[in-house]
């Protein structure tokens, strides 16, 4: 089993930036993929950014060119950099982890984007 703290959120500005981190612990051996997704309020759950154990990322349309995914492998670690924030942006973002058959989920950092 995977465990997942997420920390970093907070209020920022419009046109501001933050970084999540993202740190695992127990079976990491198993991981396959990590990942960023964010729940608005009245919203579904949408994928922000993924990066696979060999570093390949994908990021979201709608966050390309602002937020960059990336993992620090000796700290068990990703990181979400969002650059350019915007009030749509605001929500709760949530970590994951996917192994074989089982997702494991962080408790989820709220990020709140406004003046």
């Known amino acids: 089993q995977v465990q997942l703290v997420e920390s970093g959120g907070g209020l920022v500005q419009p046109g501001g930036s933050l970084r999540l981190s993202c740190a695992a612990s127990?079976?990491?051996?198993?991981?396959?993929?990590m990942g960023w997704y964010r729940q608005a309020p009245g919203k579904q759950r949408e994928m922000v950014a993924t990066?696979?154990?060999?570093?390949?990322?994908n990021h979201a349309d709608s966050v390309k060119g602002r937020f960059i995914i990336s993992r620090d492998n000796a700290k068990s670690t990703i990181y979400l950099q969002m650059n350019s924030l915007k009030p749509e942006d605001t929500a709760v973002y949530y970590c994951?982890?996917?192994?074989?058959?089982?997702?494991?989920w962080g408790q989820g950092t709220q990020v709140t984007v406004s003046s």
């Open positions: 127990g079976d990491i051996r198993s991981i396959l993929v």
């Open positions: 990066i696979s154990t060999r570093g390949i990322t």
């Open positions: 994951s982890a996917d192994a074989v058959g089982v997702s494991s």
